[in-house]
């Protein structure tokens, strides 16, 4: 009976032994199918990109064409001011640097791509910017009816982000008489009141050296801070933002990485708690894997909190029919100006906006763009100003010549040499003529967004050559996302003159026959008045100039205006372009008159790191007060 018993147990052991091993080598079989499907699958898919998809004529690097993982990674290191200085001029103007991006950088690029009405809407990498959470829907709504996702977002004016362009039409529409420069002129004096604290508080620091970046960011922040809610935040008199721009810088080096990656993005868009849970977790995980992950420093204080809490309480009073002055508190300092009447502020304009066309203007519109001027603006701002400063810095030549500018504008004004230095923002746009050149190269050279202002080809079947749009010889179809990088755009020889890589404000002045060349060139004195942009167009008054060269010259100077992604390009142009240069242009020859810039660090390129939001970062300068008997040679 034992023996039965044993004998019985080891056949059965023999036949779960032999069982288990067919579940194992079934185990084992599938794996390697699913291996081999994975494999042939990812091959398939690489020999298609290079191959056979229908962007696999146009050059670029090999890797870029397989995965947009090649363009995260340059993205991650930040180095896409380098990319746009040396992609197309490898490759050539038209350039792939995704499975299915494009840059181009032409004049008929850039026409195509950003002129008004073509049907370029912007690209899926802005989903990466949005304000407010969109929703989710299955649709075939693409170029091609292919069944995907698609992202209908709130109307609650995001600008940046908003990718329906009836939608944006209007906004800009309702908005523009408040942000028109004739409109914004009135907010000089509280600039002027912003940069006599800024210019004490340096003057009283004798030459220490400062970051750049950092002071420059003080007074965009406070100079927003006075124009929209007659509000300072402090940051002059501390000598210190708080560490906001770099926090800020940190969060577009994220944006920028998912950006490439739209459905890793739109998982963060999902509803419902496990849709929530799921979204939230993936992009954690995927911000890990390319180290995007950025902690909130302890006792970290974002402006954000107060001016959404100031503008949120005087929209609310104001809708109440209780309007708050936004200086009813003065200071002590000011106790003598209590009866004085208070200037309005940006804010005051919005309100009577919405007050005037509420069904229009709503009220979610009103409470977003009172934070939105500094939201778009304290970035941009600050990088234009850095920009700006450290060329000036950095080139004597041209420092000295914008001193001895504005210093001639203010001695043929007032007659004084003692009087306080504030420059009308009209005596830049129309007087000042190297100083805005000056300016304008240095944004040239070092534009504010570093990766392309992509768009997304639409479909155009009445095209002889296909369905999508045709640039420089190549078919591209719709779907693809196309644009041109700012910083490569701007290096063009083609549009900018052979020194396009050096910074020359001469390039941004009509051409004499007696002018000379180099950082100096052009001619201070010639005219240039435009009612749609102040300085655009240059007229060359010398006698020795024949029409026809001034006629080349205006074409020349207006190519190089309207080939420009300065402040965006085409219908989507920043729509607070005039109030950043209210703010550039009075500062600038402001600090210029009162200091001598001395850049003491100039930190290599590789050592910066440039996002899709571009900055100088890492330049430090002293600010040396200028006497009173400074002569105009100056030892730098």
Same mark, same amino acid.
């Given at each position: ?43 398939? $898919? ?13 050059? =670029? ?100 982000? #908003? ?58 922040? #406070? ?31 994220? &944006?920028?990485?998912?950006?490439? @990656? ?12 496990? =849709? ?26 974002? @402006? @954000? ?15 109440? =029919? ?12 000011? &106790? ?26 709503? #009220? ?84 504010? $967004? ?67 060349? =180099? ?78 810039? #001395? ?38």
């Amino acid at each position: 009976m034992l023996s039965t018993t044993a004998t019985t147990s080891g056949t059965t052991l023999q036949h779960v032994l032999a069982g288990s091993a067919s579940v194992v080598s079934v185990l084992l079989k599938t794996a390697m199918s699913l291996l081999f499907i994975t494999i042939f699958t990812i091959v398939a $898919i690489g020999v298609y990109r290079l191959f056979l998809h229908p962007l696999s004529s146009i050059p =670029g690097p090999r890797l870029a064409a397989l995965s947009n993982a090649w363009h995260a990674y340059h993205v991650r290191n930040g180095r896409m001011y380098e990319l746009g200085r040396s992609l197309h001029s490898r490759y050539g103007p038209v350039v792939r640097v995704g499975p299915g991006e494009v840059w181009v950088g032409s004049r008929e690029a850039f026409k195509r791509v950003y002129g008004a009405g073509n049907g370029f809407g912007k690209s899926e990498f802005y989903l990466a910017t949005l304000l407010s959470k969109p929703t989710l829907s299955l649709s075939t709504a693409g170029p091609r009816g292919v069944l995907g996702m698609e992202v209908q977002t709130q109307d609650t004016l995001d600008l940046l982000s #908003e990718r329906d362009m009836s939608r944006y039409r209007l906004q800009r529409r309702l908005i523009g008489p408040v942000y028109q420069t004739s409109s914004l002129k009135k907010f000089e004096p509280a600039i002027d009141e912003v940069l006599d604290r800024a210019v004490a508080q340096l003057k009283s620091m004798k030459g220490e050296e400062v970051d750049l970046k950092m002071w420059m960011h003080i007074i965009a922040v #406070e100079c927003l801070g006075a124009v929209v809610l007659g509000w300072s935040p402090g940051y002059i008199t501390a000598k210190s933002d708080g560490g906001t721009s770099g926090q800020g810088y940190r969060g577009w080096k994220r &944006k920028s990485v998912f950006g490439l @990656f739209p459905l890793i993005t739109k998982l963060g868009f999902l509803e419902g708690k496990l =849709g929530e849970r799921f979204g939230k977790a993936v992009q954690r995980w995927w911000a890990d894997i390319w180290g995007v992950t950025f902690p909130t420093p302890k006792n970290f204080k974002p @402006f @954000f909190t107060p001016v959404y809490q100031k503008s949120s309480k005087r929209i609310s009073a104001a809708l109440k =029919g209780q309007v708050q002055d936004p200086k009813a508190k003065p200071s002590k300092k000011n &106790k003598q100006s209590k009866a004085a009447e208070k200037p309005k502020d940006l804010l005051d304009d919005l309100i009577a906006l919405h007050l005037s066309k509420p069904d229009l203007f709503t #009220e979610t519109y009103l409470r977003r763009m009172a934070t939105t001027n500094f939201g778009a603006g304290h970035e941009t701002l600050c990088s234009a100003l850095t920009a700006c400063m450290a060329m000036i810095g950095t080139h004597g030549e041209v420092q000295e010549r914008v001193r001895e500018e504005v210093a001639s504008y203010l001695g043929n004004k007032d007659g004084d040499e003692k009087v306080v230095p504030h420059v009308p923002f009209d005596a830049t746009a129309k007087e000042l003529r190297y100083t805005l050149a000056a300016i304008k190269e240095a944004q040239r050279l070092h534009p504010v $967004i570093a990766m392309s202002l992509s768009r997304t080809v639409p479909l155009m079947r009445s095209h002889a050559f296909g369905e999508g749009v045709r640039i420089n010889g190549y078919n591209i179809p719709p779907g693809t996302t196309v644009g041109c990088n700012p910083v490569a755009l701007h290096r063009n020889t083609e549009i900018f003159g052979e020194d396009a890589d050096e910074y020359n404000p001469g390039r941004w002045l009509p051409r004499s026959s007696n002018s000379g060349s =180099g950082s100096g060139s052009g001619s201070p004195a010639a005219n240039s008045d435009s009612d749609s942009d102040p300085g655009s167009d240059p007229n060359n008054n010398s006698p020795q100039t024949s029409s026809s060269e001034e006629d080349n010259e205006r074409k020349r100077l207006r190519e190089m205006l309207h080939l420009n992604l300065t402040y965006g390009g085409g219908a989507r142009t920043c729509p607070g372009r005039h109030l950043a240069e209210l703010i550039v242009w009075k500062v600038v020859p402001r600090l210029v008159s009162e200091f001598r810039i #001395e850049v003491t660090h100039m930190p290599d390129e590789k050592d910066m790191e440039r996002y899709f939001m571009s900055m100088l970062t890492g330049v430090k300068v002293r600010f040396w007060q200028r006497k009173e008997t400074e002569k105009k040679e100056v030892d730098f």
